[in-house]
T-cell receptor
Framework: DSGVTQTPKHLITATGQRVTLRCSPR?????VYWYQQSLDQGLQFLIQ???????AKGNILERFSAQQFPDLHSELNLSSLELGDSALYFC?????????FGPGTRLTVT | EDQVTQSPEALRLQEGESSSLNCSYT??????LFWYRQDPGKGPEFLFT???AGEEKEKERLKATLTKKESFLHITAPKPEDSATYLC???????????FGAGTRLTVKP
C-alpha cells in the first residue's frame, strides 16, 4: 500500500459527459501528479500540483483540468469525453524524490 | 527533450534463469533515474532511485545499476512472482515531471 488513495476505482460513462477523479496524497507529500495510461501508450504525464499551485504541465488536453485543494487532495476533471479517453488514470505523490502511485481509476467511455 | 528507451519490450525466462533489463536515457542534467514494477491493472510500485553513474542498489533478487547513458535492472534467479512490467523513468533538472519508458514485460515460467 503506497498510502495514495484514488476514487472511484472504476467509472463507466458516455461520450460527451464530464467526470471527476479524486486523489488523496500520502501524508506529508505536497506534490501531486496525474498520469494517463492507455493500452497503446505508456504512462503519460498530465499535470503536477505543488501545495495548491500548478507546477508542471505535460500532454494534458484542454478538455482536462485539475486542481489541488488546501487539504492537498486533488481532482482531475475530464469533460466532453471521447472514446479515446478510455484509460487508466493514476495519481502519484512525492515529497522531493520518488513518486508513489495510487491504485488508479479505470475510465471506460462508451 | 528527455527520452527513455527500454529493451527488450518483452522477456520470457525460466524460473532461476538470470537476466538483465536495459533502460537507455537522454536527459539534460539527470536529477534521478527511477525503477518501478507494475502488475496488470495496478499502480506502479517504486523499486529504486539512482542518482549518479556508478551507483548500485539491491533489493532481494533485483539489482539496479547506472552509467551515464543507461541503467540495468539485473534479476538473479527469478521466481514466477517476479512476473510484471518493469518501468524506468528519468527526472531532469529542467523539468518537474518524470519521463517514463514503455516498459519491459517480464514473464517467469515455473
Amino acid at each position: 500500500d503506497s498510502g495514495v488513495t484514488q476514487t472511484p476505482k472504476h467509472l463507466i460513462t458516455a461520450t460527451g459527459q464530464r467526470v471527476t477523479l479524486r486523489c488523496s496524497p500520502r501524508s506529508g507529500d505536497l506534490s501531486v501528479y496525474w498520469y494517463q495510461q492507455s493500452l497503446d501508450q505508456g504512462l503519460q504525464f498530465l499535470i503536477q500540483y505543488y501545495n495548491g499551485e500548478e507546477r508542471a504541465k505535460g500532454n494534458i488536453l484542454e478538455r482536462f483540468s485539475a486542481q489541488q485543494f488546501p487539504d492537498l487532495h486533488s481532482e482531475l476533471n475530464l469533460s466532453s469525453l471521447e472514446l479515446g479517453d478510455s484509460a487508466l488514470y493514476f495519481c502519484a505523490s512525492s515529497d522531493a524524490g520518488e513518486q508513489y502511485f495510487g491504485p488508479g481509476t479505470r475510465l471506460t467511455v462508451t | 527533450e528527455d527520452q527513455v528507451t527500454q529493451s527488450p519490450e518483452a522477456l520470457r525466462l525460466q524460473e532461476g534463469e538470470s537476466s538483465s533489463l536495459n533502460c537507455s536515457y537522454t536527459v539534460s542534467g539527470l536529477r534521478g533515474l527511477f525503477w518501478y514494477r507494475q502488475d496488470p491493472g495496478k499502480g506502479p510500485e517504486f523499486l529504486f532511485t539512482l542518482y549518479s553513474a556508478g551507483e548500485e542498489k539491491e533489493k532481494e533478487r533485483l539489482k539496479a545499476t547506472l552509467t551515464k547513458k543507461e541503467s540495468f535492472l539485473h534479476i538473479t534467479a527469478p521466481k514466477p512472482e517476479d512476473s510484471a512490467t518493469y518501468l524506468c523513468a528519468v527526472r531532469s533538472y529542467n523539468n518537474n515531471d518524470m519521463r517514463f519508458g514503455a516498459g519491459t514485460r517480464l514473464t517467469v515460467k515455473p
